[in-house]
């Protein structure tokens, strides 16, 4: 977002989805990737996929816009050494580069809507919304020495930016374990070991 770039969640059901939200998105280049559950999102895009190289480069008839793949815990997939691991990113350092200017009235993201009629929509926020919704009346209560559990996902508006921007240490659980069998009272332990001071939920977790 700071160097200007507007991210965008995919949901993975059976690839279709991902060609449809590709097709609505149209410039799309680069996609950041976990593996799923059981390998679920690589086993659908790599079918999806025409080529897909070391250094990142990939190649697919199907979303002709698409150029780049990155990909995070992909460590326990045998079949996909070549995809490039986007730590690598943050291994690398470049003295030359240069953040650009964000106006207010930029897009800062692109939100998904629930898809109850076929294909989300996409509905676009700018920097200026977000930063206006930190400084509003709700997060005045919110000091930021708070530890905060918050398990909302990253691509909902009120799991990143949301506190991101406001300061807390964030507590939140793993996309990349079995869910637990009683997610309550894990949730509970969680909240408990961390010495969380605050609790974000929505009414059905209360």
């Known amino acids: 977002m700071m ?3 507007i991210p965008v969640s995919i949901t993975y059901t059976d690839g279709n989805d991902i060609i449809a939200m590709m097709e609505k998105l149209e410039k799309c280049s680069l996609l950041v990737l976990d593996p799923g559950l059981e390998s679920i999102n690589w086993n659908i895009l790599r079918r999806l996929l025409d080529k897909y190289e070391a250094d990142g480069k990939v190649r697919s008839k199907k979303m002709p816009y698409l150029r780049y793949l990155l990909g995070v815990a992909f460590d326990s997939e045998p079949d996909a050494s070549n995809v490039k691991d986007f730590r690598d990113l943050l291994d690398e350092y470049h003295t030359d580069i240069e953040l650009p200017y964000i106006d207010p009235k930029d897009f800062y993201g692109l939100f998904q ?9 996409l509905v676009a926020q700018v920097h200026l919304s977000t930063m206006k919704l930190v400084e509003s009346h709700a997060l005045e209560m919110i000091e930021d020495k708070y530890i905060l559990f918050n398990d909302r996902p990253f691509n909902w508006g009120g799991g990143y930016p949301f506190f991101a921007l406001s300061g807390q240490t964030r507590v939140t659980l793993s996309e990349f374990c079995d869910p637990p069998k009683d997610r309550i009272s894990f ?6 070991r961390e010495r969380c001071s605050m609790v974000f939920a929505l009414p059905p977790l209360m």
């Open 187 to 192: 949730m509970i332990e969680v909240i408990e």
């Open 113 to 121: 809507t629930s898809g109850s009629t076929g294909v989300p929509k």
């Open 3 to 5: 160097a200007g770039a």
